[in-house]
């Protein structure tokens, strides 16, 4: 028990992303410098393509659709080059061909916009096309350049390198240093052997990256035993993870191929801002749940009723659930079974159904009333938690909130999953409820919403939901 409390308390220092309301932050490293100097450079070079057409052609007949033809044209393509990860960090920046299928491409949006607006001369096809040649010439030859001055600047010690750090096995340490030497843009502030990784020193390890300034770090396969967490966990520092060497099978889903000194990595690249998936998770959640209760005010007001007539006792029923961080909190939920259920839940225990003992289901539960059977049925005892999430305790999709009695029964690797706000709903809910008596069945579920999330995912699990509930598949 004390060995998980300290697991608990480590992973409440880190919140990130979807998994916690923190405030955002700025990756760290001079990304945001060399983004300056790329953007700036594209919107210099194609403003000289646009002067070339100027003094090519009798360009405007009327002068003021100068400045708004520009504008677009330069908009569009500095909006396609970012879209398409022209400006990322790594060897994108200077993908050649990828930098010539985007200009193709932002320039056949030019040509719409033309068509669009007759009154600007400026969109004629023959100019078009010399704009393309041009600008595109002028891009890639500036990346060319961008390139080779950072490269003689690193080498003359003008520029400082990034500073990264290396984690890896002693008998991998001189591969790993000889590998990221040979790119020669990375300044080496220290080495860590994979100790530096387990549960009681990576708090230490985070701490001391911080301090050294270190922007990316390098990890051996072998040295990873929770990928996905520490992954987490330096994105949240905004330090860039590259896993060294790669290995031929999925980890997750927000990972690019780098190659660094010939030898192929997977890097986990730190968004520039992190937290901001939580604010959009968060307002959805909010919004959605504040329209949804007001206009089933009057089906709230009729369940309780029910509950009421049914059986003695509060129509509500509120159980301590752990949630984010493995904090305490009360969920609300309408009362489905007697005043004295959880005195009667030791006395059950014995025809608890699931496999592993962690979660407590019984299919014909003798506590149950009547007209939580029909509210078991269709999941209308679950509707007051969206009281839960108006207060930011839980979220619409997620993992579900646990009782403290199943929680008690996890291993540290379970813990993972209380990394991200609670859901009233989630993929265990929508695969099978409860017809899954494995717990293992339930964490990779819990695991496969996390690695995948995205609000369009969140929308698909609620509609899922409708349909699940409605055919009463699972439930009991």
Avoid at 21 to 32: E, I, M, Y
Wanted: hydrophobic share 45%; glycine share 6%.
């Amino acid at each position: 028990m004390l060995k998980k409390q300290r697991v608990i308390n480590q992973l409440s220092q880190f919140p990130t992303d979807i998994r916690a309301s923190t405030f955002t932050r700025v990756r760290k490293g001079d990304w945001w410098r060399r983004l300056i100097t790329l953007v700036t450079v594209d919107t210099s070079l194609l403003l000289l393509a646009w002067l070339l057409i100027k003094l090519r052609t009798n360009f405007y007949t009327d002068r003021n659709y100068l400045f708004p033809s520009l504008l677009i044209s330069i908009s569009i393509q500095i909006g396609a080059l970012a879209i398409q990860g022209n400006y990322a960090p790594g060897n994108k920046r200077h993908d050649y061909w990828n930098l010539i299928r985007t200009l193709t491409f932002a320039h056949s949006l030019i040509l719409v916009a033309g068509f669009l607006d007759k009154s600007i001369e400026g969109f004629m096809p023959s100019n078009l096309i010399f704009f393309w040649l041009t600008s595109t010439a002028f891009i890639c030859f500036g990346r060319l350049s961008v390139n080779k001055t950072l490269e003689y600047l690193r080498k003359r010690r003008i520029l400082a390198c990034n500073s990264v750090f290396i984690i890896c096995s002693e008998e991998e340490k001189e591969q790993a240093l000889s590998c990221i030497q040979t790119e020669q843009r990375y300044s080496i502030a220290g080495t860590e052997n994979s100790i530096s990784l387990d549960k009681d020193h990576r708090l230490e390890t985070l701490e001391k990256l911080n301090k050294l300034g270190v922007t990316e770090v390098f990890i051996s396969l072998s040295a990873i035993q929770n990928r996905i967490y520490l992954c987490w966990l330096f994105q949240t520092a905004g330090i860039t993870v590259h896993l060294l060497p790669m290995e031929l099978k999925p980890i997750y889903r927000d990972l690019v191929f780098h190659n660094v000194g010939g030898i192929a990595c997977l890097s986990f690249i730190s968004p520039a801002i992190t937290g901001k998936d939580f604010w959009l998770k968060r307002i959805f959640d909010f919004c959605f749940a504040c329209l949804f209760l007001i206009f089933t005010f009057p089906i709230y007001l009729a369940i309780a009723i029910a509950i009421k007539l049914d059986s003695p006792g509060s129509a509500f029923y509120r159980q301590t659930r752990i949630g984010l961080h493995g904090k305490e909190f009360k969920v609300w939920k309408f009362r489905t079974m007697r005043n004295d259920a959880e005195k009667m839940q030791k006395e059950l225990e014995a025809l608890n159904q699931t496999k592993d003992g962690i979660l407590f289901k019984i299919k014909d539960d003798p506590r149950v009333t009547r007209i939580g059977r029909f509210l078991r049925r269709y999941s209308l005892d679950e509707l007051p938690q969206l009281f839960n999430v108006v207060l930011g305790e839980m979220s619409l999709v997620g993992p579900r909130p646990l009782p403290t009695r199943d929680v008690n029964k996890f291993s540290a690797r379970h813990l993972i999953r209380q990394e991200i706000l609670p859901g009233v709903t989630g993929l265990w809910q929508v695969s099978g409820r409860s017809d899954i008596l494995d717990f293992e069945q339930v964490l990779n579920l819990d695991l496969t919403y996390i690695e995948n999330w995205s609000l369009w995912l969140d929308f698909q699990i609620l509609l899922k939901t409708v349909s699940v509930v409605l055919n009463k598949e699972g439930a009991y």
